[in-house]
């Protein structure tokens, strides 16, 4: 008879809280979620209040059986899912796929996995707040029902495969007019003047406070400023005090990990998971600002022994989200006086950050000594300003200085002391620059900076920002990428001992790194849904929608009303969007006509992405229209007929190798150079259009080699079998399988029939059906297939095939 049986949702959780407990205790995991809805329409019964149909996952099926027979045996059942609104609902589904008796049930909830806190959980059980359980279940049915209606529209009207999300659509949008906000930016120039003292063997820096919009106007000043003598004539000092940050939420930890470890969201949860599961760290899905008067304690203490007692300052932050739950806490170590944890470096790295920014939440103010030096121009009214900063406590800044992304100015950062001045003195120039600089659109999100965005407009919750952030790329709707900057002239005007130059430098704008870009095809379903469903993509619609699933999990509203208000409304513009003319949101735009052959040039969207077409098909003469990709940076609603015509010039013979073309190209995966049959991937530095016969040829030596040094061992009587060298070691490859290679066994030694042999005794992999050589780049050029019949409409209560994907034209 088993007395106890504790269920979490993790192994690795379950493994830590086993530690805590004694013999009397078993814990299990459920691996997540056990039951969720079919993936047909039959799951949502919408006549009946919007009942789900919840069927046990068949990965689970298992874990269920074993669950369920000892739960039978167990005294009580203590489950001890994570304390959120998903954490509930696992606990609920638990309770109905295990056919728990109450009586026998108990519910238990902590927010960090320490000793402490598991007791006290015990100790204090509760019963499954169905409140909670409601507003996931609400929300899980509200983005089937708009994903299932939603989807088929677009695959009639835009494209087979595309998908729609009540969250994902809105967080596209953010992305796609921050594009477009780019795209139409015009830079505007000015002249900043700077210039550079000597006092006393040391440099002084300064700056006029106006900005000259022309050239003229910056040379008219610094002309003035020849012979000129140059005065101290006032000096303010001004005490400042800095309080730090407020300890970590899910979306300001994703951020300041993303600013300072360079880590993606999803690589963020991932790693403070492992922290919180090993009872590291405190639940890291959170909005609150929150400290338990333990945790203030326990900061406090780590301080004073560090630092001492001036440096303590019991802080308590106040949440400004108003669906925030006070009673959950922000993200902390859950034993401050531990620097260092077990684990990789990552856990290490993100543990340290999450132990610095709590620690100096709990840290005094920083004072600074702001001093501002005014310098008189004896030529003219206009006067330089130079300031400088001395800190006289550190306070917190001996622990932590919080980062800024990159579209925000540093004007916090503590900026250098100024050498020794005086009122009244002269000080001798060494130089003074009049900088052409420009103004800078608004910066492409990166991940952090988007769910930033989000959270700032109320959409998403801390349990949604990574998956939709992997969603959106996911679905091929957004991009993470680097971009190459590109190269602008700049004037630099520079007066020096009474002498006036000027130059013209250049330099690189616009580079980007792990940015966000939108494809075509986010433009061109953003569009769609904008005008044909504007509610659902409405910022403030999300939003209310979200604090309506909170009004919901805290017993404020019905949860099946709030769906019926919905779906009424959404429903009627599915049923209405059959009249929708899928002509006019193809995205497709007529360019032009190339003037040397006389054909129409049009842009259009394909199965693997934007291209254009020269010419149409004329099925009396036999000809046909050729194609040519987009490139990177390239849009259909912006590309320009010279544009276009300029990837016509594609492909071009660069050079002949062993009596064969060399052709530059470019294919579904990018640049390459084709060379008897065979595909080169270009690498970035390298253009298709000025790629030399020399750098193609290098580009082949390369891989071949790389190939040669791959290949262990191959079989004339069955090229299908080969002993290759892979990054792990050696293994053998048998059709479609990879093969360990035993222990023992020398791989160049190996026999067909001993590869065949050990190729028959590995099992297939589940799902993946073996593994597929990866083509370098995409094959023959195919003209777009013909339209297929739209897809039958899908509705909540029936299921609707996805039509097969048209094919996508080949660059030519």
């Known amino acids: 008879m088993i007395k106890n049986l504790v269920i979490v949702e993790s192994p690795a959780k379950a493994k830590t809280i086993e530690g805590y407990l004694g013999k009397d205790f078993i814990v299990k995991s459920s691996f997540g979620h056990v039951r969720d809805l079919p993936k047909d329409n039959n799951a949502i019964d919408i006549e009946n209040g919007f009942k789900p149909t919840y069927v046990i996952s068949s990965d689970k099926k298992e874990v269920v059986a074993q669950l369920r027979k000892l739960a039978k045996e167990a005294e009580t059942v203590w489950l001890a899912s994570d304390d959120d609104r998903e954490g509930e609902a696992i606990s609920w589904h638990l309770t109905e796929a295990l056919n728990l008796n109450d009586s026998k049930t108990r519910r238990i909830v902590f927010r960090e996995i320490t000793k402490n806190a598991i007791l006290n959980a015990i100790s204090s059980p509760r019963s499954i707040d169905m409140d909670l359980v409601n507003a996931q279940q609400a929300r899980r049915i509200l983005d089937r029902l708009v994903g299932f209606e939603l989807s088929p529209v677009l695959w009639k009207k835009i494209k087979t495969g595309l998908s729609a999300g009540r969250v994902q659509s809105v967080a596209v949008r953010l992305v796609v007019e921050r594009e477009r906000e780019i795209e139409k930016f015009k830079a505007e120039a000015s002249f900043r003047i700077t210039a550079q003292f000597d006092v006393q063997g040391r440099t002084l820096e300064a700056e006029l406070p106006t900005k000259y919009k022309t050239e003229e106007e910056a040379q008219a000043f610094l002309e003035k400023c020849i012979g000129a003598a140059y005065t101290i004539e006032n000096l303010e000092k001004k005490p400042l005090k800095r309080s730090p940050a407020p300890p970590f939420t899910t979306s300001t930890l994703q951020q300041e990990a993303s600013r300072k470890l360079y880590f993606s969201v999803a690589q963020t949860m991932s790693v403070a998971q492992k922290l919180y599961e090993s009872g590291k760290i405190s639940y890291m899905r959170t909005d609150s600002l929150n400290l338990s008067e333990e945790a203030i ?34 993200i902390r170590p859950t034993d401050f006086s531990q620097i260092n944890v077990s684990g990789d470096r990552n856990e290490q790295r993100l543990y340290e950050l999450i132990w610095k920014r709590a620690i100096a939440s709990q840290m005094a103010d920083a004072e600074i000594e702001k001093t501002t030096a005014t310098i008189g121009i004896s030529s003219q009214p206009e006067k330089l300003v130079a300031t400088g900063e001395v800190i006289k406590f550190e306070g917190f800044l001996k622990v932590y200085i919080e980062s800024k992304d990159d579209e925000e100015l540093q004007d916090d950062d503590v900026k250098g002391m100024l050498p020794p001045l005086s009122i009244g003195q002269e000080i001798s120039l060494r130089q003074m620059l009049a900088t052409q600089r420009y103004t800078r659109p608004a910066a492409r999100y990166t991940e952090a900076s988007l769910v930033k965005k989000l959270e700032e407009m109320g959409i998403g919750r801390p349990s949604t920002y990574a998956p939709t952030i992997s969603t959106i790329q996911k679905r091929g709707y957004v991009e993470k990428d680097n971009r190459d900057g590109k190269e602008r002239s700049y004037r630099v005007l520079t007066l020096q001992k009474d002498q006036l130059s000027s130059q013209t430098k250049t330099e690189i704008t616009g580079a980007e790194k792990a940015k966000l870009f939108p494809t075509d095809m986010a433009m061109v379903v953003n569009d769609f849904l904008v005008e044909h469903f504007p509610t659902v993509i409405d910022y403030s619609f999300t939003a209310k929608v979200e ?14 009303s709030m769906l019926e208000k919905f779906y009424g409304k959404f429903h009627e513009r599915i049923e209405s969007s059959e009249t929708i003319d899928r002509a006019a949101v193809s995205g497709a735009r007529e360019l032009g006509t190339d003037p040397t052959t006389g054909k129409k040039l049009i842009a259009k969207l394909g199965r693997f992405g934007p291209y254009v077409q020269l010419g149409e098909e004329n099925p009396e003469t036999g000809e046909k229209p050729i194609y040519a990709s987009l490139r990177k940076g390239q849009f259909l609603e912006s590309i320009s007929l010279e544009d276009a015509l300029e990837l016509f010039k594609l492909p071009r013979v660069v050079g002949m190798y062993e009596d064969k073309e060399m052709k530059a190209a470019i294919g579904r995966f990018g640049p390459y150079i084709g060379h008897n049959s065979k595909f080169y991937s270009l690498p970035k530095h390298l253009d298709p259009m000025l790629v030399t016969p020399e750098e193609a040829i290098e ?15 191959s079989f004339d009587e069955n090229p299908d079998v080969q002993v290759l060298n892979g990054r792990y070691g050696p293994y053998i490859v048998a059709g479609k399988k990879n093969v360990k290679i035993p222990k023992g066994k020398e791989p160049s030694e190996l026999t067909l029939q001993e590869c065949l042999d050990l190729a028959e005794a590995t099992p297939e992999k589940k799902g993946k059906g073996g593994f597929k050589k990866k083509t370098e780049t995409a094959t023959a050029e195919k003209k777009p297939a013909t339209k297929k019949a739209p897809a039958k409409k899908a509705t909540a209560k029936k299921t609707t095939a996805k039509p097969k994907a048209a094919a996508k034209p080949k660059a030519k």
């Open 547 to 560: 604090a309506e699933f909170d009004e919901i999990a805290q017993g404020h509203e019905e949860w099946k």
């Open 297 to 330: 304690q326990g900061a406090a203490n780590a301080i004073q022994n560090s630092f001492g007692e001036k440096f303590v300052k019991t802080r308590r932050f106040k949440t400004k989200s108003s669906g925030a739950q006070e009673a959950h806490e922000a």
């Open 699 to 713: 580009l082949i030596e390369q891989k071949r080699k790389a190939e040669a040094e791959k290949l262990i061992k």
